[in-house]
């Protein structure tokens, strides 16, 4: 057991640091208070690679795990700013290599890896389907070599920045299922062939996030873009969803981190009563107990990563790491509110921003209420509550 950062991981940190510090405060600052997208953060971090990070070498990507994934989105947030803009393509990349047929990826992945095309949108949720999936709507009927798509989507993030999306409709019904989580489909839908089959509208959030409800209107997908089979998409998403946590917990830590080390300095330097506020149990001792929360949820987001790369089942290790991971996160959002005070508000600090945006990894991709569900049943074996 080698708890020591490998050469390869501080050279790949180092690296992704440098890019970020091109990306100060203020970009992100005035991007957010103008709804705009990070165009230009996400081009350089597409053309230096570092979004291909998972695709296989064969196909032109950097050939690397969920580890190495983790540790660039961890240094994005650390640095200040936010990979919601681009982050999916991580995310989502679990399900099209490890469900994907050969054709499907040889035809989008090395166009992925080279920047000419963007999977950056997942649409599992639904206006009456939050947190329990199987309950989805959005319907998919085969037509000859088709099939044809109906319903609608709800926080379907950077679908406008997109060209493809990865989407969980039913393809039979929930009542003809043996079990619920049968009888949905993953499809991947190319939105440049979609037309008006496929509209959105933005979801103003209290992040900077590109969020949209997405309505879909008759339409046609390819069935060779059906991912790992009918009435598979469930366990095909799962699979996707244990790197999903792990990379989510890795933005948590960076968050955390980011807001621990402006709150040290601040508080170091603040001097109230003629001595720094830092020296005080009621400021110094949340900023030492979020300090060590990361660090315990630091490790255990490396364990889940390295089961994940290695193949062996990490469900309960991902969720343990997600929900610690973010509560880190989030008591060092309030240990640095309190450390800042009224500047804590000020928009100039960037504290209020990380603020919110810790308060979100709470919530999404699954709300922690469900990953203590998870763990509940069915790693302590408690009855279920659904
Ligand atoms: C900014 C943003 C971006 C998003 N991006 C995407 C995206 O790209 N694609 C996508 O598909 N989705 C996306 N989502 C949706 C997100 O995944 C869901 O919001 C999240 O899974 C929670 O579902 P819900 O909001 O429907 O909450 P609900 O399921 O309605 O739950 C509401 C509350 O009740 C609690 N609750 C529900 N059931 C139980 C239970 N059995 N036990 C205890 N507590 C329970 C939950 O914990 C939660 O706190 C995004 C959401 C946001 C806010």
Redesign the pocket.
């Known amino acids: 057991m080698d708890f020591q950062p490998s050469d390869d991981h501080q050279a790949i940190r180092l690296a992704v640091r440098d890019v970020c510090a091109r990306f100060p405060g203020q970009y992100w600052r005035e991007l957010e208070a103008d709804g705009e997208y990070p165009a230009e953060f996400v081009r350089v971090m597409t053309e230096l690679g570092w979004l291909a990070t998972l695709i296989p070498e064969e196909y032109g990507g950097g050939g690397r795990g969920v580890t190495e994934a983790g540790i660039i989105l961890e240094e994005i947030h650390q640095s200040g700013g936010h990979a919601?803009a681009c982050h999916?393509q991580m995310y989502t990349m679990g399900t099209l290599l490890r469900h994907g047929t050969e054709e499907q990826k040889k035809r989008y992945l090395p166009e992925i890896a080279a920047g000419r095309l963007r999977l950056q949108?997942?649409?599992?949720?639904e206006p009456d389907?939050?947190?329990?999936t199987t309950k989805i709507m959005t319907k998919a009927v085969r037509n000859g070599d088709h099939y044809v798509i109906n319903g609608q989507?709800?926080?379907?993030?950077?679908i406008a920045y997109s060209d493809l999306m990865l989407l969980?409709a039913r393809t039979s019904p929930a009542t003809e299922a043996a079990r619920k989580t049968d009888g949905l489909s993953v499809f991947l839908v190319d939105l440049r062939e979609a037309g008006p089959s496929v509209a959105w509208r933005r979801i103003p959030?209290m992040?900077a996030?590109h969020?949209y409800q997405v309505f879909i209107d008759n339409l046609r997908v390819p069935a060779e873009n059906l991912i790992g089979g009918e009435g598979r998409g469930f366990s095909c998403i799962l699979d996707g969803m244990n790197a999903e946590r792990v990379l989510v917990a890795s933005e948590a830590l960076g968050d955390g981190r980011f807001l621990v080390e402006r709150a040290v300095a601040y508080a170091s330097n603040r001097e109230v009563f003629g001595s720094p506020i830092g020296a005080n149990q009621g400021v110094q001792f949340p900023l030492a107990q979020a300090h060590a929360q990361l660090e315990a949820a630091s490790l255990m987001r490396f364990h889940a990563a390295d089961l994940f790369d290695r193949g062996l089942p990490c469900g309960a290790e991902a969720n343990t790491a997600k929900l610690l991971a973010s509560q880190a996160s989030w008591a060092a959002a309030n240990a640095a509110m309190t450390a800042f005070g009224g500047n804590g508000f000020a928009v100039e600090f960037d504290v209020e921003r990380k603020f919110r945006e810790a308060k979100?990894l709470e919530?999404?991709?699954?709300?922690?209420?469900?990953v203590?569900?998870y763990l509940g049943h069915r790693v302590l074996g408690l009855p279920r509550?659904?």
Do not use: C, E, M
């Not at 989507?153 to 950077?158: A, I, N």
């Open positions: 919601g999916a949108a997942f649409g599992v949720t389907a939050g947190s329990d989507k709800v926080f379907t993030s950077r969980l959030v992040s996030h969020t979100l919530i999404v991709p699954v709300s922690n209420n469900l203590l569900s509550s659904y």
